[in-house]
C-alpha cells in the first residue's frame, strides 16, 4: 500500500503544479490592467500646444501631434461626428494623427465633435474640435481654365438682407446677376470670364467679404509653359512628363486619370495651397501611337463638383527604336 500510495502523489503532483501556475496574461489584459495614473497624454498643432481645435466652415484636413510618455503603447483617436473623421490608424507611442473635416455648407456652426484618445479599453484625454458656420455658401470653389479663357458660372448664397462685396484678381472679370430672394436668402449668380493668358499658368482669386466674413473662390488658368494642339490639347513628349496646377488646400478629394500609365502626387500645403503633378509614364509604342489621357479633380464640397483639366496628348518614343508601317 506505501509503495501504491506513493505512485499516485507522484501521479498527482503535475496537475497540481498546473492547477497553482500562474494564468498566462493576453497583450490585452495586460494593458488593461496597467495603470493609467502615470499615463501623460497632450496634444500639438504645428509645435504648440492645444487643448481645442477649430476648422473654418471649408473642408480641411489637420495634422495632430498626439505626445505622450510612453514609447509602447498602442493607441488610435476616435471622434463621435462623421464630419471629422481620423483617417491614420492607430499609433504606437509619440505620433500624429490626420484629421479630415467635410465642408460646412450651412449657416449654422457644426454640433461640436470630440476625439478620445483610446488604448485598450482605456478612453480618455479628450479634445473638442469646432468648426464654423459659413458665411457665404458657394455652389463651386474652384475653376480650371484653358489659357484662351472661357466663362465659368457660380451661385453665391447669403442670409436675407446680408451686404457684402466682392473683388478679383486683375485678369478675371466678374459680373454679378441680380439677386434672388427664396425665404432667409439670397442667391447671387457670379459669372467669371478670365483673360487670354499670354504668359506662364496662374493661380487667381474672387474674393467675398460681409464685414469681418471672408470667403473665397479659385481660378487655375493655364498658360505658355505648355504647348498645344490646334485642340486645345496639351502636347507632352513621348518620355515620362508631366503637368503641374496650384489647388487650394480645403479645395480637391479625389483626381482621376484615365490612364493607367498615369500617377499622380500633392506636394504641400504652403501657404494654404498644393502643388499638384500629374505624370505620365514614357509611351513606348512600335505603331507611331500617341496617347491621350483626361484627368479630372472631384472637389471637396457637399455637391462633390467635378472640374476638367484640358485633354492631354502624349507623343511616343519608337518601341525598340523601330516602328512599323
Not at 473642408?59 to 491614420?88: F, H, I, M, P, Y
Not at 503633378?277 to 509604342?285: A, G, P, R
Request: charged share 20%; hydrophobic share 40%.
Amino acid at each position: 500500500m506505501k509503495h501504491s500510495s506513493l505512485y499516485i502523489s507522484a501521479f498527482l503532483l503535475p496537475a497540481l503544479w498546473l492547477a497553482c501556475a500562474p494564468e498566462k496574461l493576453s497583450d490585452k489584459e495586460i494593458l488593461d490592467s496597467r495603470p493609467v495614473t502615470d499615463l501623460e497624454v497632450s496634444y500639438a498643432l504645428d509645435g504648440a500646444a492645444v487643448s481645442a481645435l477649430s476648422f473654418s466652415h471649408q473642408a480641411g484636413t489637420k495634422t495632430l501631434d498626439v505626445l505622450l510618455n510612453d514609447e509602447n503603447l498602442v493607441w488610435n483617436l476616435v471622434s463621435n461626428r462623421d464630419w471629422c473623421q481620423v483617417l491614420t490608424p492607430s499609433g504606437k507611442g509619440p505620433g500624429k494623427a490626420v484629421l479630415k473635416v467635410s465642408a460646412n455648407d450651412s449657416f449654422d456652426a457644426r454640433e461640436n465633435a470630440t476625439l478620445t484618445f483610446v488604448a485598450g479599453d482605456y478612453r480618455g484625454f479628450q479634445i473638442p474640435v469646432t468648426q464654423r458656420a459659413a458665411a457665404f455658401i458657394i455652389s463651386q470653389s474652384y475653376f480650371l481654365s484653358a489659357k484662351d479663357g472661357g466663362e465659368f458660372t457660380v451661385k453665391v448664397t447669403t442670409r436675407a438682407g446680408t451686404d457684402w462685396n466682392f473683388s478679383s484678381d486683375d485678369f478675371i472679370s466678374v459680373n454679378a446677376s441680380p439677386s434672388v430672394g427664396e425665404g432667409d436668402y439670397t442667391t447671387t449668380t457670379l459669372t467669371l470670364r478670365p483673360s487670354t493668358n499670354d504668359g506662364a499658368s496662374r493661380l487667381g482669386a474672387v474674393r467675398l467679404s460681409s464685414g469681418e466674413d471672408t470667403d473665397a473662390l479659385y481660378l487655375y488658368q493655364f498658360g505658355t509653359d505648355y504647348a498645344y494642339d490646334e485642340a486645345g490639347r496639351i502636347c507632352l513628349p513621348g518620355t515620362q512628363a508631366g503637368i503641374s496646377l496650384i489647388v487650394p488646400e480645403f479645395a480637391v478629394s479625389d483626381v482621376m486619370v484615365s490612364s493607367k500609365n498615369a500617377f499622380f502626387e500633392m506636394a504641400g500645403p504652403q501657404d494654404g495651397f498644393f502643388t499638384l503633378t500629374i505624370t505620365l509614364d514614357e509611351n513606348l509604342s512600335d505603331c507611331g501611337e500617341q496617347r491621350e489621357v483626361k484627368a479630372s479633380l472631384r472637389l471637396a464640397d457637399n455637391a462633390a463638383s467635378v472640374v476638367e483639366l484640358p485633354l492631354i496628348l502624349q507623343d511616343y518614343i519608337p518601341a525598340n527604336g523601330l516602328v512599323t508601317a
